[in-house]
């Protein structure tokens, strides 16, 4: 079983040292945000209080479509959760064992489900977690993210120790400034905390683009900056804004009803 190696870039480890209810982590596309999000599925399995020597967690990782799921969400997990054993039924179960230097034994177990439908939210109804990974949380319903408050927290039972750490993880790119996350970020309930990632590229004054110092991820990427520089060419200062400078934005598809 090879061990991955895995650095955190610095919004990610405010990230990570946050005990927040909620914890959301924007920004730009290609900067290692759901790679966070599996570590710390995998730092909170191990930080667990043992119960007769095993550290068990239980989390849903929640994607608004299957395909996306299976393709993209279920594939990080794999890719950064060494030795993990998963079985597509009716849910899709990873379970990642691990024995630990201090003599303890790490389960932690994922659901993957995903909500297409509005009444898909009753997938949740019913489980009993530790934690939730919602997953581009900016493509998921608020229905989606109040059903996954209430399921934390419940697992393992207080007859086997309770949990030593509980709530939600969401990673998303920057949402149109009308989503239910804009609203929340702007008024931050207690307990909720927001990690906003630096823009891959900077807009110059002359309308051009150049690489972000500051930028996250960038050292994972072959083609470097290259990668984010050449998906500029095409797109409008909206799309820009929102997927490549990591701000909120207002991408809509189709034509507006009333233009102005």
Same mark, same amino acid.
Request: net charge negative; aromatic share 12%; proline share 9%.
């Given at each position: 079983m090879a061990d991955v190696v895995y650095k955190a870039a610095p919004t990610a480890s405010r990230f990570h040292r946050s005990t927040a209810f909620v914890r959301v982590l924007r920004g730009p596309i290609?900067?290692?945000?759901?790679?966070?999000?599996?570590?710390?599925?995998?730092?909170?399995?191990?930080?667990?209080?043992?119960?007769?020597?095993?550290?068990?967690?239980?989390?849903?990782?929640?994607?608004?479509?299957?395909?996306?799921?299976? %393709?993209?969400?279920? +594939?990080?997990? #794999?890719?950064?959760a060494p030795g993990a054993v998963t079985v597509?039924?009716?849910?899709? =179960?990873?379970?990642?064992?691990?024995?630990?230097?201090?003599?303890?034994t790490m389960e932690i177990e994922v659901l993957f489900l995903s909500v297409d439908r509005p009444q898909d939210v009753k997938k949740l109804k019913s489980l009993d977690l530790t934690g939730v990974w919602l997953n581009e949380g900016s493509e998921l319903a608020k229905a989606v993210f109040d059903m996954a408050t209430g399921r934390v927290g419940r697992f393992p039972g207080m007859a086997h120790g309770g949990s030593t750490w509980s709530g939600v993880i969401l990673d998303t790119n920057?949402?149109?400034?009308?989503?239910?996350?804009?609203?929340?970020? %702007?008024?931050?309930? +207690?307990?909720? #905390?927001?990690?906003?990632?630096?823009?891959?590229?900077?807009?110059?004054?002359?309308? =051009?683009?150049a690489p972000n110092p500051a930028a996250e991820n960038v050292q994972n990427h072959q083609l470097g900056y290259e990668y984010w520089l050449r998906q500029i060419p095409g797109k409008d200062d909206q799309w820009i804004k929102v997927f490549i400078l990591g701000q909120y934005g207002s991408v809509h598809d189709g034509k507006p009803v009333y233009p102005e």
């Open positions: 290609g900067t290692g945000k759901s790679v966070t999000c599996c570590m710390e599925l995998i730092r909170r399995g191990r930080e667990q209080a043992p119960f007769e020597g095993v550290r068990r967690t239980r989390w849903a990782a929640i994607r608004n479509t299957y395909p996306e799921l299976t %393709s993209t969400t279920i +594939k990080t997990w #794999e890719d950064w597509f039924g009716a849910p899709i =179960t990873s379970v990642m064992t691990r024995a630990l230097p201090d003599g303890t920057s949402p149109d400034d009308d989503h239910w996350l804009y609203a929340i970020e %702007s008024d931050p309930p +207690k307990g909720y #905390e927001f990690f906003a990632q630096p823009g891959a590229l900077l807009k110059m004054p002359d309308g =051009t683009y």
